[in-house]
């Protein structure tokens, strides 16, 4: 029932930046772990970054240092700084909310680092 809205996706070359954001609709957000996940043409969904209620966050390798995920509780959003893009981060990214009944996603928003 929670309704996840990213946005801040585009276009931008190799070595850019962008910022994506999350915006949630429940009222408990801040006791859900958020997440960002990718999923690119043909590849499985993958875990990008995660942080849990008290901040507590994890990235995968391949955004170790360049990405980095954060949280508003008090304006129920969830953003991932985007630094030094490659062309594979090339990816639909996806929010994700943790909840014990299964989890909610977002619509997607479209990445896509090209020159």
């Known amino acids: 029932q929670v309704q996840l809205v990213e946005s801040g996706g585009g276009l931008v070359q190799p070595g850019g930046s962008l910022r994506l954001s999350c915006a949630a609709s429940g009222r408990l957000f801040s006791i859900y772990t958020m997440g960002w996940y990718r ?5 499985k969904r993958e ?3 995660a942080i849990t ?3 507590s ?5 391949s955004v170790k240092g360049r990405f980095t995920i954060s949280r508003d509780n008090a ?3 969830v ?8 062309p594979e981060d ?4 996806y929010c ?4 014990p009944w299964g989890d909610s996603w977002g619509q997607g928003t479209q990445v896509t680092v090209s020159s």
Do not use: H, I, W
């Open 75 to 77: 304006k129920n959003t």
């Open 79 to 86: 953003e991932l700084q985007m630094n030094s893009l490659k």
């Open 53 to 55: 209620s008290n901040g």
């Open 90 to 93: 090339t990816a639909v990214y």
């Open 39 to 43: 999923q690119a043409p043909g590849n």
């Open 96 to 99: 994700n909310q943790k909840r």
């Open 57 to 61: 966050t994890n990235y995968a390798d």
């Open 47 to 49: 875990l990008v970054a």
